[in-house]
Nanobody, 123 residues
């Protein structure tokens, strides 16, 4: 049984940083497609970044240059380092994994989801 548990959310002022973590069980992070999504208030859930089994890493344009996705294979966790945060980054952030080969940006292609961790950025 796959379980993903996010942590690290919180409140921060614009320009600040946060680091989100996603602890995985039931799958091996190093061999999986792992992604971060987010959903702001009254908005649809959107893809943020993914790291594939071969290390391929892609970011949404809105976070490119500010966010960094990484895997800790020893701890079997996925992380998202978020710098230069903006109020528009305020959202519930979700960790997700896809069972099939190759990461996708379409959330419907992901099989496993965490419960989310809230990030609030004030101006």
């Amino acid at each position: 049984q796959v379980q993903l548990v996010e942590s690290g959310g919180g409140s921060v002022q614009a320009g600040g940083s946060l680091r989100l973590s996603c602890a995985a069980s039931g799958l091996t992070v190093s061999r999986a497609c792992m992604a971060w999504f987010r959903q702001g208030s009254e908005k649809e859930r959107e893809w943020v970044a993914f790291m594939d089994f071969d290390g391929t890493t892609i970011y949404a344009d809105s976070v490119k240059g500010r966010f960094t996705i990484s895997k800790d294979n020893a701890e079997n966790t996925l992380s998202l380092q978020m710098n230069s945060l903006k109020p528009e980054d305020t959202a519930m952030y979700y960790c997700a994994s896809r069972a099939g080969l190759g990461c996708r940006v379409n959330q419907n292609r992901y099989n496993y989801w965490g419960q989310g961790t809230q990030v609030t950025v004030s101006s």
